[in-house]
Each structure stands twice: as structure tokens, then as C-alpha cells.
């Protein structure tokens, strides 16, 4: 239909986006196409300006628009402790916690054979690097529990180790506030062997 | 965080859309932090280019990018039957049943005096005028069976009934395929009173 053509666009445009169906995305255009113009144009500048001035920290590889980021920047930071993890969305949850004060690496996904991506794909070489050329006494491993993300933890636990640099991982187990009959047998399994003793 | 300043006003930017919360908003905006800058700018302006290239048709108040719209000016649909509805979406979904041939009337709204919205607020005014101006045999009410809906259908038809014009009413009962137990009491009361004879 030519005369939709537009609006048309739109939809294709946003179902193309993750967790967006085609009814979501026609639901959005429609909400869109009822806002003032001002407002549309400055959702789309929002857009081009987070993806143009936002550039991979050349430390960490966390998205930033400065470099080296602020994180990297910062002199409240502990230099000597880095925490691994895959994607920048993970820093911002770490982040939150407010209970990591160390550095980040972001390595931008995980070793997964089956879809191509091996070390070099990922900021593996320059997180070796950076374990050679700064100081650092522990690596902590916050990749995903999924399999993907424990081999990639058990893979560059390999790497490190050697160096004489501490490797931990972070827990996993039954989530804070969660009830044990929600949670698959795997959780819960991996719940039981890591359990700490109570003092 | 001023560093993160073009990623956190793009995750505000987009948390303010219906249905988007600002967990969503932070995982649309690393997806799309990790696609290509052409890509970004794509949905950028099929986002200016959908609400600056959208009018509303003259006639009938649809959303088109042509006026009248594709729908007033086609030679195929019978001028004497006219369908009012409340949003563009709603012609959308009528378009889709591939059962109405007529023309639609866009009201962009309910009456809704709890919010100041009132006849004039709506495209009444013009229906009214276009019912003067031509031939209509019948107008269908299709807003939504909700509290305003209903209450704009009546309206309208306390206008219309007395200018000769046949009006009628949607339907409404248990949705073909639906199963009565998940079914509202007042739908499954609807569906009892508006009871069809069988033949």
C-alpha cells in the first residue's frame, strides 16, 4: 500500500528491534504519529547522538563518550582489581550494586564455537595485555552462567591463572528473596554445591 | 553521570513510550549501541520521516501521507456506508477482516468528560457535516466496548438516528476461538443478551 508507505516503514523499522513484535511496533507508530513532531525528532536525535558519540572505552572497551572512560578515568577507582564481564548492559548492573570499587573489562560477548566467535572476536588479547602491563592481583570472572559463559570463565581462568593472578567467579544459586520450588534443578543443584558454611 | 550522558538520554527518550519500561529502554538502547551507525540513523528517520510525511486525510481523519487518503479517494469502496472509529489503529484492524467496504470516519478519541474531552475535542463535528453533505445509508459505531466507548456510540446515535440514517453497533461477546471461563462476567453477560437465533 504506497499510501502507508511511511507509517509502513515505521513498523518494519521497529519489529525489526529485540523484544518488539510487529503488533508492539504498530502499536508504537500509532502512539508516535499522535505526539507533537518536536517529540519524535528529538526520540530520533536521541538515537544518532547516543550511537555517534559513544565509542568503546580504549581501556575496558565499555561504551562511553569520553576515553579512556570514566570508570577507567577515575581516581577513586582500585586499580588492582578487574572484573570481566560480557557486555557494557553488565557494568551498569554491577554498578548499581555499589559494591565493586575495581576496574572493568568488557569483552563484548563470549567464546561461542558454534556461532564463530572465538577469543580474537572478543577484547580477549587486550585484556591479556592488560593483566602484563598494569598491576593487577585479582580477575573477577562475572560472565553469564549460561554455557557459553562458563566456558569462556574457564577459558580465561587458563590464561590468567598462570600469571600468578587470583581468578574468582562470581556465585550463582538460588537469587536473594527467590523460593527454591521456582527455580530448575540446575540452580538449585549448583545452589547446594556451592553452599557456604554458616559461622 | 555526565559520561554516560548520550546513552542515558537515549534510555530516557525511549522509556517514555507506552509499554517500554526503563529496563527495556536500557536493553533497546545497548542493542542498538551494538548495531551499525547506518542502521541507528535508519530507524531515526523513518521515525521523522513517518510523522512528518503523516496528515490527517480531510475527509475522514485517518492518518495517510496522501489527501484524501488512499482509502476516501479509492472508486472501489461504497460511499453510503460509513464505519466510525476511535483511533487510525482501528481502521488498521478493520482493513485486515477484509469485510468492510465502505468508508471510515476517525474520531482520535472518546468522549471522555472525566478528562475534558468532549464532541468538539473529536472529529464530530465534521462527521456530522459529512453526514449533511452526502449520501449515507448507515453509519457503524465500532469504538470500543469500554465505559467511553459506549457512552460515545450512544451519543453519537442520538445524533444520527434522527437525520434518517440506519446506525448499528459492533458486536460484542465471547471472541471466536475464546473459551467462556476466561471471560469477564459482563462480557459472558453481553454475549447472553445479545444472543443470536440460530436457523
Redesign the interface.
Known amino acids: ?7 509502513e ?2 513498523i ?3 519489529s525489526r ?3 518488539i513484535g510487529r503488533k ?1 511496533a ?8 499522535d ?1 507533537d ?1 518536536e517529540d ?15 565509542k568503546k572505552c580504549s581501556v575496558c572497551s565499555n ?4 576515553d579512556p ?2 570508570i577507567c578515568a577515575s581516581p577513586r577507582r582500585d586499580r588492582n582489581i578487574l572484573c570481566v564481564v560480557e ?3 553488565d557494568v ?1 548492573t554491577m554498578e548499581k550494586t555499589g559494591k565493586f570499587h575495581g576496574l572493568y573489562h568488557v569483552l563484548h560477548g563470549v567464546i561461542a564455537p558454534q556461532r564463530g566467535v572465538g577469543p580474537m572476536e572478543l577484547t580477549i588479547p587486550e585484556l591479556l595485555n592488560r593483566l602484563g602491563e598494569n598491576d593487577i592481583d585479582e580477575v573477577i570472572l562475572a560472565t553469564n552462567p549460561t554455557r557459553d559463559g562458563q566456558t569462556t570463565a574457564l577459558y580465561l581462568a587458563t590464561l590468567i591463572q598462570p600469571m600468578g593472578i587470583k581468578c574468582s567467579r562470581i556465585s550463582h544459586g538460588i537469587p536473594v528473596g527467590g523460593d527454591m520450588e521456582y527455580y530448575d534443578t540446575l540452580t538449585v543443584g549448583t545452589a547446594l554445591e556451592n553452599r557456604v558454611e554458616m559461622k
Open positions: 500500500m504506497k499510501g502507508h508507505q511511511p507509517i516503514n515505521l518494519y523499522e521497529l528491534l529485540p523484544g508492539s504498530q502499536r508504537l507508530t500509532y502512539y508516535l504519529l505526539q513532531l519524535v525528532e528529538s526520540l530520533a536525535k536521541a538515537l544518532v547522538r547516543a550511537k555517534r558519540d559513544t561504551y562511553s563518550d569520553q572512560c570514566e557486555h557494557p548492559k551498569v
